[in-house]
């Protein structure tokens, strides 16, 4: 690739990744008015944290009962998830993107200059530099770390020591997606996203095991076909759901590694879900609750409407989706009326809600940690 395409290529990419992200445009509809309404059922917050400002759309890995967060500033802590004790914290060093991933021993991020990083316990391990920038978090299993790049290829390594195991790499299309896609663990199988296709993977040789297109790419011009898959997905028994950018929303039976259905849906933030339903917003934030056996769409709702919705959480009764006000949205699951709503600092809730036990945990723009205990 000559200079000048690369110029166009990574320019382009970072347009995506602000159209994305939501960027603040004076030509966008203003947000829906919050609706005046009668709590449906009781919740608080329990506790709260200060982190560094974020630059990227964190999601919280947890892991029996840790919560493992990172910050902008290199910041590397883990929380208990029940009460927000600090367990341990380590710096890398070097600013942060994308996020943490852990096994509950081994935790790796991602610095700004394309270094691997991972720490024990909070203490800086081995690092190793990456030769592409990276957007989705790392993963850590098996005694491996797992490091996808924004070229979407995938790098194993030895979690103990840094050698590196195999490298995995697909024919790649001109332009990728600048935002968090799927790396997670399916059993033995490792789930990849590669632009609109989820790809399952020997973790132990990076050899294709089974490869299925969540949508299809449609357009005239190589930002209209883009339609990368992204994370992080919800896993339902042996169901993956995720959303395809602005193209798809669907999900993978990862067991035989086919279909099980996609529905053609705009939206750039992933979905949430649980065995009777799966739930996104849309570019315009419209709500749709789809049936997880087959896709039939159970109900929409357009009472949060342009409010920049983070991803959604689904448990027990309620859908939980933040906004760019902070709030936190409790809705119903039959219906997506509005059960609750809580504040966190006022700054937008990046990535998505988290689940531990009874507890929610929302991360916002100013580096706020929010847990929260509806009842």
């Known amino acids: 690739m000559d200079k000048r395409s690369s110029l166009l290529r990574f320019g382009a990419l970072a347009l995506v990744a602000a159209l994305a992200a939501g960027c603040s445009s004076t030509d966008k509809p203003k947000p829906t008015a919050l609706e005046s309404y009668t709590p449906q059922i009781a919740g608080r917050q329990v506790w709260s944290v200060r982190l560094d400002k974020l630059d990227f759309p964190l999601v919280p890995t947890v892991r029996e009962g840790e919560i493992t967060l990172a910050s902008g500033n290199g910041t590397v802590v883990a929380l208990q998830a029940d009460t927000g004790a600090e367990l341990w914290r380590g710096n890398v060093g070097a600013p942060i993107v994308a996020g943490v991933g852990t096994d509950g021993r081994m935790a790796a991020v991602v610095t700004r200059d394309n ?39 995938v790098n194993a390594f030895d979690a103990l020591d840094g050698k590196p195991l195999w490298r995995f790499q697909r024919p790649g299309d001109a332009l990728t997606l600048s935002q968090a896609s799927v790396l997670s663990a399916f059993k033995d199988t490792l789930l990849v996203g590669q632009g609109p296709r989820l790809v399952g993977l020997d973790p132990l040789r990076g050899s294709t095991r089974w490869d299925v297109a969540v949508a299809t790419p449609r357009g005239t011009n190589e930002v209209e076909r883009l339609a990368d898959v992204i994370g992080p997905p919800v896993r339902l028994g042996d169901t993956v759901c995720m959303r395809a950018f602005q193209s798809a929303a669907g999900c993978v039976n990862a067991e035989r590694g086919t279909l099980q259905w996609s529905k053609n849906v705009g939206g750039v933030q992933a979905v949430g879900g649980d065995d009777e339903l799966v739930v996104g917003a849309d570019a315009s934030d419209r709500i749709t609750a789809w049936r997880s056996a087959n896709g039939d769409v159970a109900w929409t709702s357009e009472r949060l409407l342009y409010r920049q919705l983070s991803g959604a959480l689904v448990v027990g009764r309620t859908v939980i ?10 809705l119903d699951r039959a219906n997506g009326n509005t059960l609750l709503r809580l504040p966190t600092d006022g700054s937008a809730v990046v990535g998505a809600p988290v689940r ?20």
């Open 115 to 153: 270094e691997l990083v991972v720490l024990e316990r909070g203490a800086p391990k081995w690092r190793t530099r990456l030769n592409a920038r990276v957007a989705t978090p790392p993963l850590v299993a098996g005694e491996r770390v797992f490091v996808m790049g924004v070229d979407r290829i």
């Open 356 to 375: 531990w036990g009874n507890t929610v945990i929302v991360t916002t723009r100013n580096g706020g940690v929010f847990a929260f205990r509806p009842e």
């Open 321 to 330: 989706f933040g906004d760019a006000e902070g709030q936190v949205h409790f």
